[in-house]
């Protein structure tokens, strides 16, 4: 190492022993601090392309879980809800703002005029495509740079086993 992040890092984990010695964790302090700065640095990447592609990470979302979902591309706001774990209003307010867009269409279930599920547009469709693989390749090229294969499915493993004990 050596490099800014592990400068960064050390200096925190100093004042930290030193200021806070009661807290301080020697494993979990330089664990979460890593983690943290790694998740942020590459979030930052990717919302950074999705800002070049006009979405927010919030539209970015919605717009990649109907992409996912099988042809027609239509979910529910109820199964958009619960996959991207956001309010009911702020939901709203971004399928408003992609519905204005074009990018979404809402449609009405015969029977039940309360239930609009939100359908992805051809236009909408080619922006994400691009978008994702845009994403993927910068956020890929830093992955790639640090980790080698075995250490990516490693790591992913540990994480996702972290993962499983959230409640």
Not at 21 to 34: H, K, W
Not at 82 to 106: D, P
Not at 133 to 144: I, K, P
Request: proline share 7%; glycine share 8%.
């Amino acid at each position: 190492m050596g490099g800014f992040v592990d400068r960064f890092i050390q200096t925190i984990l100093a004042e930290h022993r030193e200021n806070w010695p009661e807290l301080f964790d020697p494993e979990l302090i330089p664990f979460s601090l890593a983690l943290h700065r790694g998740h942020g640095l590459l979030y930052g990447r990717a919302c950074a392309v999705m800002g070049q592609f006009g979405l927010s990470p919030a539209e970015f979302d919605v717009l990649a879980s109907l992409r996912r979902s099988p042809a027609p591309h239509e979910l529910t706001p109820s199964q958009l809800q619960q996959a991207l774990v956001i309010t009911s209003g702020g939901l709203t307010k971004i399928l408003h703002q992609l519905e204005q867009r074009g990018f979404i269409t809402r449609l009405t279930v015969h029977g039940d005029r309360r239930i609009k599920p939100v359908r992805l547009t051809g236009p909408a469709f080619s922006l994400i495509e691009q978008a994702l693989a845009e994403v993927l390749r910068q956020t890929g090229e830093r992955v790639r740079s640090a980790l080698t294969p075995e250490e990516i499915r490693v790591m992913t493993g540990l994480l996702l086993r972290l993962a499983e004990q959230a409640p």
